[in-house]
């Protein structure tokens, strides 16, 4: 990833932090309402798990690919990040869609204000570490990756990086 879009990047990945809690829980692939969730096994919330070791890229960052209702999804590793944050075209692989009239104001980063739809993810899972219930709000327009934040990391009991790998569990 460029190193010019990383500022823009973290500068939503903070302002997505000032998001405030709450949101609908909304449909999967198989197309269902908006009142219908994102679902997939049934989740383990307790916080312990076999742990899951990502390893440090070349650009710096740690990449994982979720599993969220059976599509893999590939997420940047932000810890400064208070929310998992979807792009539109995660979402719409998600089955998830949204209007115009559904975006909120969620912070504001670098480039202003930043607008996006909280949503509620029934099930995400990364190797083992798998959680229900997680947070997270749709940014359709100005993020090239989706990022996965602490209402996802908060949840485990342990993250660490050592060297390069970052382990999750």
Do not use: C
Request: hydrophobic residues 45%; negative net charge; glycine residues 14%.
């Amino acid at each position: 990833m460029d190193s010019k879009l990383l500022l823009p990047l973290f500068a939503i990945a903070i302002a997505v932090g000032w998001f405030f809690p709450g949101g609908e829980t909304v449909a999967g692939k198989a197309g269902g309402s908006a009142s219908a969730s994102v679902a997939s096994a049934p989740a383990q919330n307790d916080g312990s798990f076999d742990p899951v070791t990502l390893d440090r890229r070349e650009d710096g960052h740690f990449y994982a690919t979720a599993d969220i209702g059976g599509t893999p999804v590939t997420f940047l590793v932000d810890t400064g990040a208070s929310m998992v944050a979807l792009t539109g075209n995660d979402a719409r692989a998600l089955g998830l869609s949204w209007s115009n009239g559904d975006l909120q104001h969620v912070g504001r980063g670098v480039n202003g204000d930043v607008f996006g739809k909280p949503v509620m993810l029934e099930n995400v899972a990364i190797g083992d570490v798998e959680l229900g219930s997680v947070r997270a709000v749709i940014i359709p327009n100005g993020l090239d990756i989706s990022l996965l934040g602490q209402s996802f990391l908060e949840r485990i009991d342990n993250v660490r990086i050592e060297g390069g790998r970052m382990t999750l569990g």
